[in-house]
């Protein structure tokens, strides 16, 4: 059974940063595409970032430069280190997987991600 549970978030004030983990059972982080989605009040899910069983990354143009997605093989473990954080950040982060090695296009399609972990909120103060 397949299990995602993320953790490391909090309030934070704008301008700060913050790293979101997930760590994984019954799967292998190592060898397919795995994602960070978010979603703020009242808005849709909408995909942030993703990387593939090599480590390429892709992320959305809102996060480019302040949002790193990367693997830990051995603690099999997904990261989200945000930076520069803004109050428009805001939002539950959840990440999902796939069941295919390269991410499968669009990319944040969510009907791709067959698991997604429960969420961990995330609040930026101005």
């Known amino acids: 059974q397949v299990q995602l549970v993320e953790s490391g978030g909090g309030s934070v004030q704008a301008g700060g940063s913050q790293r979101l983990s997930c760590a994984a059972s019954g799967y292998t982080v190592s060898s397919y595409c795995m994602g960070w989605f978010r979603q703020a009040p009242g808005k849709d899910r909408e995909g942030v970032a993703a990387i593939d069983s090599d480590g390429s990354a892709t992320y959305a143009d809102s996060v480019k430069g302040r949002l790193t997605i990367s693997k830990d093989h051995a603690k099999n473990t997904l990261y989200l280190q945000m930076n520069s954080l803004k109050p428009e950040d805001t939002a539950m982060y959840y990440c999902?997987?796939?069941?295919?090695?390269?991410?499968?296009?669009?990319?944040?399609?969510?009907?791709?991600?067959?698991?997604w972990g429960q969420g961990t909120q995330v609040t930026v103060s101005s």
């Open positions: 999902a997987a796939q069941s295919r090695q390269y991410c499968a296009q669009p990319l944040y399609a969510r009907g791709w991600y067959l698991y």
